[in-house]
C-alpha cells in the first residue's frame, strides 16, 4: 500500500476490503483463523437461528418462498447450520443467501445464492441476520486535542496516527446525541467529578467563568458509528416484510467507553490495529444509534434462552444407562455455557427489528 495519512475510516476499508484486504482473500480459513465467533462455537448456535427462521416462518403464515440471508457470510458456516438444522418442510421453501465481499468457498451448498452487496430493497421475505457484521464496517476515530475538541483520528498503514481536522458537520452531530465526548478533569476550581456539556465548545452559562469551567480532558475517543447506522439501515430494508436481527459486541450511550474500542485481531490474538492488510480490524458496535423504530434490544443470553439454548448439565443418571450419550450432552452443556455467559459472548448485543408489521416479540412472548 502506497497510501499516507488518512481517516480510520478510509484506511480500514483498503485494508479489509480491498485488493488483497483481510476479508478481500477468498484463500485459506478466512475469519475463523483469526478469531471464534458464536458461529464456530457450537452448532447449537445455528440450532438457535434454525428455531428463530421458523418462529418468522410461522408469523408470516409460511410464505410459499421464505428468504434466510446471512450478511458477512465468512465461509457461510452459519448458512450451512442452519439449513443442516430446518425442519424438512420449513427447508424446502428456504432460499438462503450469503452476502460476503469475499469469492464463493469451495464446496458451499449449491442452494446458497452468494452476494457480494445485498439483494435489491423491499425484494425479500423472510429472516435476515448479521453475526459480527457491523463492527467490521469500517468508521472514523475522533480524539478530543488538548482544548477537548473532537478531531478525526489520521492513520497510516504502519498505525501511526495524528490527529487531523476538528469533527465537523453530521459526523459532529452523531457524536452529540449518540456519543458525547464530555467526560472531564477538574480545573483549577472545579469540583472533583465536574461534567460538561456535550459540545465542548459551548459557551459557558449567565455568570460562569471561564476560570472556574472544567477543563475537557484531551486524549477521549470514539469511533463515530454513522456509517454502520447507514449500514444496518440498508440491511433492514432488504426485507419487505420478516425480520432483521443482528448480533455484535456492543454498547449503548450510558456505557460508551471513553478511550474508544478500536482493536485488532490476527491468528486468534488481539494486536494493535494496522490497517495493512495482515489482521481483522473492529470496533464495538453503538447498536442503540442503529435501531430503528420497534426495535427490540437484548443481550444474547437472554436470546439464546429464549431460543432454547441453556447450560444446564444433563442428569448424572444417564452416565450410566449412556454414557456416549452422557458425554455428548456434557459437551452441548459446555458449548452452551460458553454462548451465554454473561461475562463473554452471553454480553453481546442483539438487535432485533420487525418489518412489514408482524415479526414482534418472537424472543419475548
Known amino acids: 500500500m502506497t497510501h499516507d495519512w488518512s481517516g480510520w ?3 480500514t476499508e483498503r485494508a479489509l476490503y480491498g ?18 465467533t458464536s458461529v464456530h462455537v457450537s452448532p447449537r448456535y445455528a440450532e438457535a437461528l434454525a428455531t428463530l427462521l421458523c418462529r418468522v416462518d410461522a408469523s408470516l403464515g409460511r410464505p410459499a418462498e421464505l428468504a434466510l440471508i446471512d450478511v458477512g457470510a465468512g465461509r457461510g458456516e452459519l448458512l450451512s447450520g442452519v439449513l443442516a438444522a430446518l425442519p424438512e418442510p420449513v427447508c424446502a421453501r428456504v432460499r438462503p443467501y450469503a452476502v460476503e465481499r469475499a469469492p464463493r468457498p469451495a464446496g458451499l451448498d ?16 423472510g429472516l435476515l441476520f448479521a453475526n459480527e457484521w457491523l463492527d467490521n464496517v469500517p468508521v472514523d476515530v475522533a480524539e478530543t486535542d488538548e482544548d477537548g475538541v473532537p478531531r478525526y483520528v489520521l492513520v497510516r498503514p504502519d498505525g501511526t496516527e495524528r490527529l487531523g481536522d476538528p469533527v465537523t458537520g453530521t459526523d459532529a452531530e452523531w457524536l452529540i446525541r ?35 469551567a472544567p477543563a475537557p480532558a484531551p486524549g477521549l475517543r470514539a469511533e463515530i458509528g454513522r456509517p454502520r447506522d447507514a449500514a444496518w439501515a440498508r440491511a433492514v430494508s432488504t426485507l419487505r416484510a420478516g425480520l432483521a436481527a443482528t448480533a455484535d459486541y456492543a454498547h449503548t450511550r450510558d456505557t460508551r467507553p471513553p478511550f474508544g474500542t478500536l482493536t485488532g ?33 437484548l443481550t444474547q443470553r437472554q436470546a439464546l434462552h429464549a431460543l432454547g439454548v441453556a447450560g444446564s448439565r444433563p442428569p448424572l443418571a444417564l452416565a450410566s444407562s449412556d454414557p456416549a450419550a452422557y458425554v455428548r450432552a456434557l459437551g452441548s452443556a459446555g458449548a452452551a455455557a460458553e454462548l451465554t455467559d454473561p461475562a463473554g459472548l452471553g454480553s453481546f448485543g442483539w438487535l432485533l427489528q420487525p418489518v412489514g408489521g408482524g415479526c414482534t416479540g418472537l424472543l419475548t412472548r
Open 178 to 212: 449518540w456519543w458525547p465526548l464530555e467526560t472531564t478533569v477538574p480545573g483549577p476550581h472545579a469540583p472533583a467529578n465536574p461534567r460538561t456539556p456535550a459540545d465542548p465548545r459551548a459557551a459557558p452559562g449567565p455568570g460562569a467563568s471561564r476560570a472556574a
Open 265 to 297: 485481531f490476527r491468528e486468534g490474538r488481539e494486536v494493535r490495529p494496522v490497517p495493512d492488510g495482515t489482521c481483522d480490524i473492529t470496533a464495538h458496535v453503538a447498536l442503540d444509534a442503529c435501531a430503528g423504530p420497534g426495535a427490540e434490544h
Open 110 to 125: 449449491g442452494r446458497v445464492t452468494w452476494l457480494a452487496e445485498l439483494p435489491a430493497p423491499g425484494s425479500l421475505t
Open 19 to 36: 485488493p488483497g484486504g483481510f476479508y478481500a482473500d477468498g484463500d485459506g480459513p478466512g475469519p475463523a483463523g483469526h478469531f471464534r
Open 9 to 11: 475510516r478510509d484506511a
